[in-house]
């Protein structure tokens, strides 16, 4: 009752975003009314832009506004890589890589108990995808949890017939950590996967 | 490069919200890209309304869209208490005490390294409003900081004339620590400030 309507309305708006809860979603709109209102207009127009206008790439299936992404229209990238990833937000993370060749992006993992199946998450349209390309090594980078574990191996079971060289990212120990920090099974995974060094 | 230009955009403007960097404003703008989209219009359209819509309460000068905010407009608050505070939200947290007073916001406190002067946070309108009330005590609650301090003694000094009840608000260890965490300023402010218990 201590806030006029506006801000009231404004302070619940905030609320929808990820991690942002009643006393962050406050401090936000008091910051944006007292210190920056031009910000906020532009933020309000950025969101409304691109809750109309932004779609999903014909191709890969990101989210895109235009037909074909930035990924897809571009004619220098390597047309025989593809990189199958969960979400847009891997696209940005395995371009962080230097990767350059194509993406499909899945509308997430299976997750047959929330009744997402290969139809829910788009793995049909990956087939046709492959189809039509012509790729010659598909590189499955879904996450390394156990719905993307599963998923990576059913779509590699089912490209299996095509001939196409299947590869998975490698698990191992990541960089800058320490080992008694890191958990077994990754270590296991990591002493599995151990390569010749040097000589 | 990874992303198209209208989620480009979302994402830059994203990143003016207080505490919010690159990594959190992708989150955010898939977020409601890929799950929310109702709610990113509807949050487009409370950030314009009140980027437009709020200004200050006439009397108060808190936040707020009409001429008198909900505390100011009130018929029922008791008009001889006025509670002065350095910004909206801490009206706010004094209305959770259960405060039914009146209340004057100040826009921040004085810091004259920063060119904060009295004049530069509303000292002379909360003369004014002083002058034109029938107040019988003024709780000075501005924030328990070096600044905050320091403008509440300038205010103090400058109403003493006046012969109303000045009150600052009680400094001491807060409900629910442990005595070891409290800091030693803090301890001995609460030290003199013992009152006598029980009997």
């Keep these: 009752m201590s806030f006029s309507p506006l801000i009231r309305q404004l302070i619940d708006a905030l609320r929808i975003l990820p991690g942002v809860g009643q006393k962050t979603a406050q401090r936000m709109a008091l910051h944006l009314l007292e210190r920056d209102r031009s910000g906020g207009l532009r933020l309000s127009q950025a969101l409304a832009r691109a809750m109309d206008g932004v779609g999903y790439c014909q191709q890969c299936r990101t989210l895109s506004e235009d037909a074909l992404c930035p990924q897809c229209s571009d004619p220098r990238r390597d047309d025989s890589l593809l990189c199958v990833v969960e979400g847009p937000l891997d696209v940005f993370a395995v371009e962080q890589t230097g990767y350059r060749g194509r993406y499909f992006v899945l509308k997430g993992h299976l997750s047959p108990l929330d009744g997402l199946g290969p139809e829910a998450i788009g793995i049909p349209e ?74």
Tied chains: 1, 2.
């Design 126 to 199: 990956l087939e046709q995808h492959i189809a039509r390309g012509r790729f010659s090594e598909v590189i499955l980078a879904t996450n390394p949890t156990v719905e993307g574990e599963a998923t990576a191996h059913y779509i590699a079971q089912l490209l299996a017939p095509r001939g196409l060289s299947l590869t998975r990212i490698a698990h191992g120990v990541p960089l800058g950590g320490e080992l008694e920090l890191v958990d077994g099974g990754t270590l296991a995974h990591a002493m599995a996967g151990r390569r010749p060094i040097g000589g």
